[in-house]
């Protein structure tokens, strides 16, 4: 499983998760991280992969997969409802 090399886009300062994904590659030395995102935050993960692919750590990682998909749950009134996500694979150059 790959889960502690995920970042998980959520409400955090947009530069949080840029850092994030630069750590990952840089300190822990990770091969690939995956960026994941729910519903309204898909945009803001597209973003953070942009920006760390081609600002910071330009020409050291590319995007390898985009997986597009969708999750059904319960919402606090107890109706299901169904919600797009997104999985974002950068790889190491």
Known sequence: MHEDNSIFIGTKPF????????????????????IKARGKFIARAVDVSEVATKR?????????TIKIDSEEFKNVEGRQVRVSTIEIA???I
């Open 56 to 64: 910071f750590l330009k020409d050291k990682i590319k995007v390898d």
């Open 15 to 34: 530069m949080n998760y840029v850092t994030s994904v630069v750590m990952q590659f840089t300190t822990k030395g990770a091969t690939t991280v995956f």
């Open 90 to 92: 950068l790889i190491k």
